[in-house]
């Protein structure tokens, strides 16, 4: 399979004080990381999952990919092409190849325009003529499972599930290569997040997709992802196929997550469950050595002083850390 | 157009500003066809009177036909309301949309733009046109016009930096929406609700503007017709009859009422969220 999207050493950064504050107060570096040193390949037709707590920089490595944030260092490349340096004519032709399923599924939706216009949107944007409107907007609604009466509404008054989905028909619209989907379950009650997954894995499979899905709930990652990447304060901590994290994690934040996980018989899944304690730590301030180190149980004084190295186990399970779990 | 038809008289306040605004639009059209005498004809003998068959609302102090008057007057209440307002409104909704979604520095140098302007005070600006090119109906415009640029632009920037910041603006620029796809069909309908309500209420501070300008003499010359030159007639006619004063109030009341009940009801036909029925 070859690469579809492919991350080397991205950084992206915000600004915490403006140049003139900086200067004045003689800040050198007025910047906070939200994501830093990330490499990552999507190849055609994976699903990709990033998992990670809130504020870990999932969101921002997304937007970073869509283009709507600036990358401050590294590279990234789709197909081939550079994202970062794109001018604005090739960055419509990316956009046209890429697509976002947007956590706020309702806020993402634009409340004067019908359904119908919504997803159909797409084709006016890109100046694709040859289509007939009415009947794409029926096709792309039959393909997510909603009725095509629905056409007429509007935003506020669809159900979470239904705007989903509605955000879903928009996504597939164009038939991008890559959609994002930042937690394409947010808000959703079990059963209709099970349903959305289920409409995401049929797609893939259906139109031949990648999916980038963002989230933070494992159960998701377990039920639809290929491979799978853990974040940690704007770092991979951990990547590889997702059985072998769900089987065999070796970074003890991955071994962590999977501990706090809710599953039906928690003894029987999963020996030596540990618990973190603390808070992240603030992006203002991050720790010496590995970054992990304030509240990892196995962590000693060689980790808080030393970033630790990466290894690489078989099959691609990538990590950072000096003491890497279940060794053999 | 049907339906809006069919959503405007589901509203019956909406229904009767239409009808309001109808009324005084067709009257002082056709105000030449309506109009019982001529509005600028002397008739010392009939001064001052009240209401008859003859003189609907009465004379004023030079026995000139006051409902003709109010007719005429209509007039340039509208065309002074409905230019001020309408470029004022386009300026201010360009200058403030670009003020809420540009660059912070061209922000603050449009809202710079807006304190300065507001920071002269509107007789000193019209006192100041005037002696410049001269007074006239023109210059009332102008003056009215800039100096209420400010109040839309601001209401305009505030909403779009509201509109800005929400996911579904994030969402048509990942789609590859050009800025002016953004601004023109997402941003705009989501910020004219409240923009219609202002210029709707607006009218009549604008018509009333208008005539306290003409009673200083920077607008429109006597013996032209107008509310505001009727009302201030009456002012100084209040001990001898009151009827000058209602005759100007009446239609600067109706006018009032119309365009805000219309304002209103066009506002909740333009969103969704408030529309009576699908």
């Not at chain 1, 934040?253 to 992240?280: D, F, H, Q």
């Not at chain 1, 808080?304 to 060794?327: A, G, S, W």
């Not at chain 2, 509005?39 to 003189?55: E, F």
Request: with cysteine; glycine share 8%.
């Amino acid at each position: 399979m070859s690469k579809l999207l492919s991350i080397k050493n991205l950084r992206v950064r915000f600004r915490t004080k403006s140049p003139l504050q900086a200067m004045l107060q003689k800040i050198d570096d007025p910047y906070i990381d939200a994501v830093r040193q990330v490499s990552l390949d999507i190849k055609q037709g994976e699903t990709f999952t990033l998992v990670g707590e809130s504020g870990s920089g999932k969101s921002t490595l997304a937007l970073a990919v869509a283009g709507l944030l600036n990358a401050a260092e590294g590279q990234i490349k789709f197909m081939n092409e550079d994202v970062t340096s794109m001018t604005s004519s090739q960055i419509m032709a990316y956009r046209k190849k890429i697509s976002f399923i947007w956590q706020n599924s309702i806020g993402s939706l634009s409340p004067r325009m019908s359904v119908g216009s919504l997803i159909t949107e797409g084709y006016k944007i890109h100046n694709l003529k040859d289509r007939d409107l009415k009947m794409e907007a029926d096709r792309l609604l039959k393909l997510v499972g909603l009725p095509t009466n629905i056409k007429e509404r509007y935003a506020h008054e669809l159900s979470g599930g239904q705007a989903r989905r509605v955000g879903v028909a928009r996504a597939i619209a164009l038939d991008p290569k890559l959609i994002i989907a930042d937690e394409p379950t947010a808000g959703l009650d079990v059963s209709v997040q099970g349903e959305i997954l289920n409409l995401l894995n049929k797609l893939k499979d259906d139109l031949g997709v990648s999916l980038f899905v963002i989230t933070h709930n494992l159960n998701i990652v377990r039920h639809i992802s290929d491979r799978t990447a853990v974040m940690y304060l704007g770092r991979f901590v951990e990547q590889g196929q997702t059985d072998d994290i769900f089987a065999k994690p070796r970074h003890p934040y991955t071994l962590a997550l999977l501990s706090a996980n809710l599953t039906p018989y928690p003894e029987a899944s999963l020996k030596n469950r540990i618990e973190l304690k603390g808070e992240v730590p603030s992006l203002m301030n991050r720790p010496n050595g590995c970054e992990f180190h304030t509240r990892c149980p196995f962590s000693s004084k060689h980790c808080d002083n030393e970033f630790p190295p990466i290894h690489t186990f078989d099959r691609e399970q990538i990590l950072t850390c000096h003491y890497p779990l279940n060794k053999n | 157009m049907k339906v809006a038809i069919k959503r405007i008289s589901s509203d019956p306040l909406g229904l009767l500003g239409l009808c309001l605004v109808t009324l005084i639009v067709v009257s002082a059209l056709g105000a030449t066809i309506f109009a019982p005498y001529d509005p600028i004809q002397l008739n010392i003998m009939d001064r001052l009177q009240g209401p008859s068959a003859n003189h609907l609302l009465g004379t004023d102090q030079l026995g000139r036909d006051l409902f003709s008057r109010v007719l005429f007057g209509g007039q340039v209440a509208l065309k002074v309301a409905f230019l001020t307002i309408g470029s004022a409104l386009i300026i201010g909704v360009v200058l403030g949309m670009i003020a809420g979604y540009g660059p912070t520095w061209l922000d603050n140098s449009i809202m710079i733009l807006f304190d300065t302007i507001r920071s002269v005070p509107t007789i000193m600006l019209a006192l100041a046109a005037v002696a410049m090119v001269g007074p006239s109906i023109t210059t009332v415009i102008f003056v009215i016009a800039v100096s209420s640029i400010p109040n839309y632009g601001r209401v305009v920037r505030t909403q779009t930096l509201t509109i800005k910041s929400k996911d579904f603006v994030k969402a048509e620029m990942l789609m590859g929406a050009s800025l002016l796809r953004i601004l023109s069909i997402h941003v705009l309908p989501n910020i004219l609700g409240p923009i219609l309500i202002l210029a709707s209420m607006d009218i009549p501070t604008v018509i009333a503007l208008e005539a306290g300008l003409s009673f200083l003499g920077m607008g429109v010359k006597p013996p032209t017709p107008s509310w505001g030159s009727i009302l201030n007639d009456g002012f100084s006619l209040i001990r001898n009859t009151p009827w000058p004063i209602i005759a100007g109030s009446i239609p600067l009341v109706l006018a009032t009422l119309g365009f805000t009940f219309l304002g209103e009801s066009l506002r909740d036909l333009l969103d969704p969220k408030l529309r009576k029925f699908l």
